[in-house]
């Protein structure tokens, strides 16, 4: 094991312990009681995060005539799904830190397979005929 590898391993463990204290710091039985605005506001979330921000990738994409690098790969960040430091986050400024959780959890399980397809249709969208997609063919 390189000390680079190690080094690394060893910066799990802070992360793994602020996600897991942030995580246990939710009030699941008041979570559970306000669920309808929780719904309403992990399905906003949902829909801007996996329609909205990708679409809006595209706009910048085409907008500066990015070449395939950057744009497949702001394509590739637009699409991709929040993480934790959003908990993070919420907690410092004493935001809602049960629905950031539950848009975080819900973004993540839903990324296996919105990602690939939101890569698809913009990608394709983007730079279609000029090989980009090659490699998904």
Same mark, same amino acid.
């Given at each position: 094991?390189?000390?680079?590898?190690?080094?690394?391993?060893?910066?799990?463990?802070?992360?793994?312990?602020?996600?897991?204290?942030?995580?246990?710091?939710? +009030?699941?039985?008041?979570?559970?009681?306000?669920?309808?605005?929780?719904?309403?506001?992990?399905?906003?979330?949902?829909?801007?995060?996996?329609?909205?921000?990708?679409?809006?990738?595209?706009?910048?994409?085409?907008?500066? +005539?990015?070449?395939?690098?950057?744009?497949?790969?702001?394509?590739?960040?637009?699409?991709?799904?929040?993480?934790?430091?959003?908990?993070?986050?919420?907690?410092?400024?004493?935001? +809602?830190?049960?629905?950031?959780?539950?848009?975080?959890?819900?973004?993540?399980?839903?990324?296996?397979?919105?990602?690939?397809?939101?890569?698809?249709?913009?990608?394709?969208?983007?730079?279609?005929?000029?090989?980009?997609?090659?490699?998904?063919?």
């Amino acid at each position: 094991m390189t000390s680079a590898s190690t080094a690394g391993n060893l910066l799990l463990i802070p992360l793994f312990l602020l996600v897991f204290g942030l995580s246990a710091s939710v +009030d699941v039985r008041a979570a559970w009681r306000q669920r309808q605005r929780y719904a309403r506001g992990v399905a906003t979330g949902l829909l801007c995060q996996f329609l909205l921000l990708p679409f809006i990738g595209f706009c910048v994409v085409k907008a500066f +005539d990015l070449s395939e690098v950057y744009g497949v790969t702001l394509l590739v960040v637009t699409s991709s799904p929040g993480g934790s430091y959003s908990n993070w986050w919420c907690s410092v400024l004493n935001a +809602d830190l049960a629905l950031s959780v539950a848009m975080t959890t819900a973004s993540t399980a839903l990324s296996a397979g919105l990602l690939p397809l939101n890569l698809l249709i913009w990608v394709n969208a983007a730079y279609h005929g000029t090989g980009a997609m090659r490699g998904l063919k």
